[in-house]
């Protein structure tokens, strides 16, 4: 038989497994009915989550997915617009549930990098009246998945707070990452998200929990989003067993973000290096890489091939191969990625010679 891989997985920091102490702490988790809100670890989790980001009040969601369109639900009525960036996670990867659960329109924004200030958002708002689609909400992404992981600084939304609180819009974020972008800023969480009506943020991506995201904000927008939670199907019952996980990502594993942002960092100049890809190291702030393959070979061959060697990458648009470090995968399993990706990139190319 073949040899069998030690599989190096940068396809995304969903891939985490959860660490030795979640798994006990799961196995130990004190439980209840959590749609009779009588699961003490999950009531704990809320409310340490609502501590942690300044809030009154949090919910427990089966996905970040699910956190977000709870929070638009909230945020708008039928036949209205969310402004959002052009590649952010709503509009791309939602399923288009902004329509079919809230009817509402997504007002996709361009930018450069990802990045959407307040003098993007004011030209696209429009008021209530006959002739177009009112602007319901607004929704920023930080981290940015699809622009490789940017940060949106402090300024910027602060900036976005102050116009959107002049129009009378509320403002959502996809905090997803936020963890991520605390780390890159060194910005407590409380302070980088204060201004927003409502939070959602992942304890299953590079906090490493087994499933589960949160959606914070005021009591009575929770109050709401329990209703919307359950008419989505998220009313869960036992589920103190993977909220003993999430309070251990949420209170342990911020403070190693960094070796992953480290890690994408190495990758990201090692393939500045080579020829054939197209990336700038200045701009990998937190754990993701977006790389342009510049010769004229797909990224499916490259993907193909790099998966031969041992490691797992996506594509994320015509191509574009996305990189993803998170704990599961070390300094070491990181250079050995690079030397087989310079190895694999040069080989297509002289191939093609």
């Not at 300044?54 to 969601?61: K, P, Q, S, Y």
């Not at 006959?130 to 402090?154: D, K, Q, S, W, Y």
């Not at 906090?207 to 914070?216: E, K």
């Not at 199907?233 to 036992?238: A, F, N, P, V």
């Amino acid at each position: 038989m073949p040899e069998q891989l030690d599989l190096i997985d940068l396809r995304s920091d969903t891939v985490t497994r959860p660490t030795l102490e979640m798994r006990a702490a799961m196995a130990a988790a004190e439980v209840g009915d959590d749609v009779y809100q009588e699961d003490p670890t999950i009531n704990l989790l809320e409310k340490r989550a609502a501590e942690t980001f300044g809030r009154e009040d949090a919910l427990f969601v089966p996905t970040g997915t699910m956190g977000n369109q709870i929070a638009l639900r909230l945020h708008t009525q039928p036949g209205q617009e969310i402004i959002c960036e052009a590649k952010a996670h709503i509009l791309d990867w939602e399923m288009a549930s902004a329509a079919a659960f809230s009817g509402c329109l997504i007002r996709a924004v361009p930018t450069q990098n990802g990045i959407l200030a307040w003098r993007d958002i004011e030209p696209v708002i429009y008021k209530w009246g006959g002739f177009r689609a009112a602007t319901g909400a607004i929704e920023i992404e930080n981290t940015h998945n699809m622009a490789g992981g940017r940060v949106t600084p402090l300024a910027v939304m602060e900036e976005v707070w102050a116009g959107a609180k002049e129009h009378n819009l509320p403002v959502h974020l996809d905090g997803a990452r936020i963890f991520n972008a605390a780390a890159a800023l060194n910005i407590d969480v409380n302070t980088l998200t204060r201004g927003f009506n409502t939070v959602m943020f992942c304890l299953s991506k590079g906090l490493c929990a087994p499933v589960g995201s949160m959606l914070v904000g005021s009591a009575d927008d929770m109050a709401r989003a329990r209703i919307f939670r359950k008419a989505l199907g998220g009313g869960m019952r036992q589920a103190g067993v993977l909220a003993a996980a999430g309070l251990i990502a949420l209170t342990e594993m911020p403070k190693r973000l960094q070796e992953d942002h480290a890690n994408a960092r190495l990758l990201a100049e090692a393939l500045h290096n080579m020829e054939g890809v197209e990336v700038d190291p200045e701009t990998v702030e937190t754990n993701i890489v977006i790389f342009r393959l510049t010769a004229s070979f797909p990224p499916a061959e490259l993907i193909a091939r790099l998966k031969v060697r041992g490691v797992l990458v996506s594509s994320v648009g015509p191509q574009l191969v996305r990189l993803v470090t998170h704990r599961d995968v070390s300094r070491g399993d990181c250079i050995r990625a690079c030397e087989i990706l310079t190895e694999e990139i040069e080989a297509a190319n002289t191939a093609r010679v």
